[in-house]
Structure formats: structure tokens, C-alpha cells
């Protein structure tokens, strides 16, 4: 007998842009619709995506940084077969962006920083583009042009300021991007300027700028999340209300990679000093799904399947991937696995997602997003949980333990009960 599996059917996720439209504030009634699977003979999984009305052919999404720094490279990513690109971030005015080398520091798990050791952190203190703007318009021009069908994602960030927020949105959205990602989330870099984590830890200033933005934006908007914070759901709920369409988590964690025992200076070092900066690679991955966790469980229950989720942080195998996916994300953005492993990464991962969905009987992404969400509780009912389940194991005889167990009328019984085959 086939088995049968139900989902719901957001009609706004399999509809263009244009039909989903900026009037997601409105509500959507009646848009829930019910699917019945019958397995059968297995076929490879379908690993297409379609989120806020965006096609992608697999939910892998080159993060914003530097694989996503110029044309060359997003091509590239294209080639190699990511579903989506979201370029490094971008502002108005790339003057004020100096970056310094060197910029990263690894952390190895081998002893004592052991340089064979596999790199399980990555900290980096770069800054967004300091690209012309101009000239990273021009090549968003020519990569929407080369790859019409492809999902190509600006980040854009900018000071307390809404006449600029305004005003670097209609520039790229003049580009033919299909969608922005709002950086409010960098952990370092120009905090006095109110830029990055310096907004999205503010939730009354969050709401203000997410306020400005939505009400420009024409396409998807999704706010990416800082994890420097105490509740991240806090954020993300405002920037929900505020009316963005989706929620990226997480941004790198504030670090300091290490001091050089010889020199005594930190790192990365910079003529002998250095700055806290951004955490990242297989050692945030932990983090970044209690993250996503948290965030998944507020928009189930707080907003339903309109709005979307990207999970980030330390993926490096499809496993990795399915982790996010079973916590509720949509998609799965890499930046720091790129930049260790190569544009080719993205076919590991689509083979080994796809591996995972065959172990399982998973048809799409769809089958299994979420899946996992139901099984978090709190601590209190795990201790109930396991005090019920003790009682029932008590409740269920092992055979005798003593002669004087037996009893004339479970004679029968009891003999069973001590039988082996």
C-alpha cells in the first residue's frame, strides 16, 4: 500500500512576483491548498525551490561576501549551478570603504592550532564592496542580461538616512535584480554611522529603516539577521511587521580569533594590531541552527507560510544543508564554504541533499522543510516526557524475577513472556 503524504500549497509561492505583488500586507485568504503523495517507484528528488514567488533549480545560495564580490565571480556561480547569487554588499557611496590586509584568521581543530588540522573557524574583519557602485550596477545589468532566468540578489546597507536607503534601492532595483537583502547585520565595520548589527540590534530603530524600505521596494526584501543578540526572534518579528518578505540568519558572530603566543598580538594581525570581527565556518554551525530554530518556531506561529527563512552559517556538506531545511529554511546560503572549497561545492551538496532525500522517501524540498521544528520543547516537559516513559516501561513486564512471581491464572503468560524466540 502506497504511503501517503499531505503539505500545504501557498498559492503565493508559485506565483510570479508580479502576481504576489507588494499588497502582502493585505493577507491571503483562501490560498492554502492540500497535496497528496503516493510513493511509488522512486525518482531523483527535485531539489527546486520557488520562495516569494522566486524559481530557484536548488535552494543553495552563494551568501553575501566576497563570492559574490564582482561579475567574474557571480558568473561563475552561475555556471557552477548555484540556485540563487546574492552579491556582496553595496552602498552609496564605496569611498568610505577601506579594507585591509590581511583581513581573515583560521581556526584549526588539530592541537594547539596545528596547521594540518581541518579549519573549523574563520574570522574575517572585511568590510562590504569597495566597489564603485556604479560599476557593480553595471554588471548586475550584465549578469541579469546574460542569465534572464536565474536569481540574482542585491544586499544593499546604508547610514541612518532614508532620502539614501531610497535612493540606492531604485538604483538597483533599475539593474533587473529580483530581490534585496537588507545587511542589518555586519558586526563590524562603521557602527557609528548606524549601519549593519548597529541596526538590527535596535528594534525601535529596526522598524523605523525596514518602514523606509518596504515602502520603496518593489521586490522581495529579506532582512538578515545579527545572532549578536540576546532574542533574535525580536528582530526578525520587526522586520516581519515592517513589511519585509523573508528573514536571513545568521550573520557572522562577533570574535576574536586568537593571540599569537610569540608575538603576543591578536588576529589577524594589521601592523601589529588588529579588531574584533566576524565568526564564521563549521564551529558557528551549531549556533546558527538554534538561530533558525528560534526564528522558524515565531513565524510558524506568528505568520504562517507567507514570508520565507534562509538559514547561514557553517555549511559545508548537504547534511549540513538538510539541518536548515528540517529547522524551516527555505533556502541555504554558503559564503565561508566557498571561499575554502570552490564554486564546485554546490554539486556536493545537490548530490548529497538528494542522497539524503532518497534515505528518507523525500520527494521536494518541500516534503521535509519544517519537519523536525515539532520536536523541540521545553526543558520542564522533557523532564514530564521521561517520567511517563519510565512508568510505561515499569508498566510492561520483563518475564519473572523471582519463584515467587508466578501465578496460577497468567500461567500461560508469564511462561511467554520468558521465551526468547
Excluded at 583581513?103 to 573557524?121: E, F, T
Excluded at 505568520?303 to 528540517?326: K, M, R
Amino acid at each position: 500500500m502506497a504511503s501517503l503524504r499531505f503539505s500545504s500549497q501557498i498559492g503565493g509561492k508559485n506565483a510570479s512576483w508580479d502576481e504576489f505583488g507588494r499588497n502582502r500586507k493585505v493577507g491571503f485568504g483562501g490560498r492554502v491548498g492540500l497535496r497528496v503523495f503516493g510513493w511509488g517507484a522512486q525518482e531523483e528528488p527535485d531539489l527546486s525551490v520557488n520562495v516569494n514567488g522566486l524559481k530557484m533549480p536548488n535552494p543553495f545560495v552563494i551568501g553575501s561576501g566576497p563570492p559574490g564580490t564582482n561579475y567574474t565571480v557571480m558568473k561563475r556561480a552561475f555556471d557552477e549551478g548555484w540556485g540563487a547569487v546574492i552579491a556582496k554588499t553595496v552602498s552609496l557611496d564605496a569611498a568610505k570603504v577601506v579594507n585591509v590586509t590581511p583581513r581573515y584568521a583560521r581556526l584549526r581543530a588539530g592541537a594547539n592550532g596545528s596547521a594540518k588540522g581541518q579549519i573549523i573557524g574563520w574570522e574575517n574583519i572585511e568590510l562590504i564592496s569597495d566597489r564603485p557602485l556604479e560599476i557593480m550596477l553595471k554588471e548586475f545589468r550584465q549578469l541579469k542580461e546574460e542569465y534572464p532566468d536565474r536569481i540574482l540578489i542585491a544586499s544593499i546597507m546604508e547610514e541612518y538616512d532614508k532620502a539614501a536607503w531610497e535612493e540606492l534601492i531604485d538604483r538597483v532595483e533599475q539593474t533587473g535584480i529580483d530581490a534585496i537583502e537588507i545587511n542589518f547585520s555586519c558586526p563590524h565595520g562603521m557602527p557609528e554611522r548606524k549601519m549593519g548589527a548597529a541596526v538590527g540590534q535596535d528594534c525601535a530603530l529596526l522598524e523605523e529603516v525596514c518602514g523606509w524600505i518596504n515602502a520603496k521596494a518593489t521586490v522581495p526584501v529579506w532582512a538578515k539577521m545579527t545572532p549578536n543578540i540576546t532574542d533574535i526572534t525580536q528582530p526578525a518579528r520587526v522586520a516581519l511587521r515592517s513589511g519585509s518578505e523573508g528573514i536571513s540568519a545568521i550573520n557572522t558572530i562577533m570574535s576574536v580569533m586568537g593571540i599569537d603566543l610569540k608575538t603576543l598580538h591578536p588576529e589577524p594581525c594589521v601592523e601589529g594590531y588588529s579588531t574584533p570581527g566576524g565568526y564564521s565556518a563549521k564551529a558557528v554551525h551549531p549556533i546558527a541552527l538554534a538561530k533558525v530554530m528560534n526564528i522558524a518556531q515565531m513565524m510558524k506561529a506568528e505568520f504562517g507560510d507567507d514570508y520565507s527563512l534562509s538559514g547561514i552559517g557553517g555549511v559545508e556538506t548537504g547534511g549540513d544543508a538538510a539541518e536548515f531545511i528540517l529547522l524551516g529554511a527555505n533556502t541555504v546560503q554558503v559564503c565561508t564554504g566557498v571561499m575554502m572549497h570552490g564554486y564546485g561545492l554546490v554539486k556536493k551538496l545537490c548530490s548529497e541533499l538528494q542522497d539524503f532525500m532518497k534515505m528518507h522517501n523525500f520527494s521536494s524540498i518541500e516534503d521535509f522543510r519544517g519537519v523536525s521544528l515539532q520536536y523541540f520543547t521545553t526543558h520542564t516537559d522533557l523532564v514530564q516526557r521521561q517520567r511517563e516513559a519510565i512508568k510505561r516501561r515499569k508498566a510492561v513486564r520483563k518475564g519473572l524475577q523471582s519463584d515467587k512471581d508466578w501465578t496460577g491464572d497468567g500461567f500461560v503468560n508469564e511462561t511467554e513472556s520468558m521465551v526468547s524466540n
